[in-house]
């Protein structure tokens, strides 16, 4: 018997990647069944899911049924291109307004940690 000794919590950032893995091996399956699926997550996990702040998306589906999927999960319509983790998913990367936030995230790192030129390491 499998007893677990560490469980997951609220804001644990390895929860996203379950729900993604989850998710990916429920393609093609009805949206009862991923409600199902939810659910059943939040029972076993003890985390609740905040449909208020979930999107749905799904590629190679009609606007339509995707709407209808959001809302028998309470949801809304996730557009994209979206931003992940402070990133763009789905963008164009051959355009230079895809990399801007990135580049602005190199620089505060750079003026965190080097003053003129020199490390600056804080304590």
């Known amino acids: 018997m499998f007893i677990p000794e560490k469980s997951l919590r609220q804001g644990d950032p390895l929860a996203p990647f379950i729900f993604l893995i989850v998710a990916e091996g429920l393609a093609g399956v009805s ?3 991923v409600k199902a699926t939810l659910m059943c997550f939040e029972l076993a996990s003890g985390l609740k899911v905040n449909y208020s702040k979930s999107k749905v998306g799904w590629k190679g589906i009609s606007s339509d049924k995707l709407s209808r999927f959001a809302s ?13 983790l402070g990133m763009k998913v789905g963008g164009n990367h051959k355009r230079l307004g895809f990399w801007e936030v990135v580049l602005e ?3 505060e790192v750079e003026r965190k940690f080097f003053v ?8």
């Open 31 to 33: 949206v009862l069944a």
């Open 105 to 107: 995230k190199i620089g």
């Open 72 to 84: 028998v999960l309470n949801c809304d319509v996730m557009k994209v291109p979206f931003t992940y």
């Open 116 to 123: 003129n030129g020199r490390e600056n390491l804080l304590d």
